[in-house]
């Protein structure tokens, strides 16, 4: 097995054990260097990991690579890559978040976020005239003017300023919370390949993850992570993007709003 193959499949088995929205990445990397590192690790040492969690602690100790490997060759057969925290090129904001994923797949042309604006969109599935009219605008003038707009795909106003910032020539990136071989919602499977030929798609649930509502919370700190900004364009007071929103205040982003119509 080449070594670049290796080092992946021991990535999936870490992010495997920890599982999304973990804050036990940090405290496991405090103390090892790797992903192998960890897995060769016995009970012992594994039980001298302070902060870590009694439940991450368990699936450390289970050393079975099966479920790792069967994901490694579902990626490579769909041209998946893998981005794991420790590389130069993860996103440098994203790091610093309290619960950084392990790794994230990826699909697309991969930039360095490190060293570009990236703005998150989000907003209401249910937008109305005016909301429609503002998230394209924004988001096409910023990408005209170099950021890189950031949104969850969902229905509604994050499709909107997905197809803005392509229809501007620029590239855009989706958060998923599914595998980034699924096409939810089921409208937008053009869009979605839009992106990943003209941008970026981002996960941090293995590709054949379906959907699920319990996905998107976790999925929305991303969308805020990645970003240095977060524009929240239309959104109910219980909302994914209010979420978004109380993620993008907790981790220092600015948060903007765009303002309702007098009249509503």
């Known amino acids: 097995m080449p070594m670049e193959m290796e080092n992946a499949l021991f990535w999936i088995w870490l992010a495997e ?3 999304p929205g973990t804050r036990d990445v940090k405290h496991v990397f405090d103390v090892y260097e790797n992903p192998y590192q960890v897995f060769c690790a016995d009970e012992r040492e594994i039980a001298q990991l302070d902060k870590v969690s009694a439940s991450a602690k368990a699936k450390l100790n289970q050393k079975s690579l099966d479920r790792a490997s069967r994901i490694l060759d579902i990626c490579e057969k769909l041209n998946i890559g893998i981005l794991p925290y ?11 978040i309290k619960d950084a994923p ?12 490190s060293r570009t604006l990236c703005i998150g969109m989000v907003g209401t599935r249910r937008m109305s005239a005016y909301g429609l009219r503002a998230a394209y605008k924004i988001s096409y003038e910023l990408a005209s003017a170099g950021a890189i707009v950031v949104s969850g ?4 106003i994050d499709g909107v300023a997905a197809a803005a910032a392509l229809a501007a020539k620029a ?13 939810y919602p089921k409208h ?3 869009l979605m390949e839009q992106i990943r030929e003209n941008g970026l798609l981002l996960s941090e649930y293995p590709p054949t993850t379906a959907p699920n509502r319990y996905h998107f919370p976790v999925r929305n700190r991303l969308i805020s992570g990645i970003s240095n900004g977060l524009l929240v364009v239309e959104a109910p007071e219980k909302s994914g ?3 978004t929103a109380r993620h993008a205040m907790e981790q220092g982003r600015a948060v903007f709003a765009v303002p309702g119509p ?3």
């Open 153 to 156: 795909m969902a229905s509604g």
């Open 188 to 190: 937008h499977g053009m």
């Open 17 to 19: 054990a920890l599982g």
């Open 171 to 183: 590239p855009t990136i989706a958060v998923l919370g599914c595998g980034l071989d699924i096409v």
């Open 102 to 113: 392990v790794l994230l797949y990826y699909s697309g042309k991969l930039p360095n976020l």
């Open 262 to 264: 007098i009249d509503a």
């Open 86 to 96: 420790t590389e130069k090129i993860y996103p440098a904001s994203l790091r610093e």
């Open 241 to 243: 993007a209010l979420i």
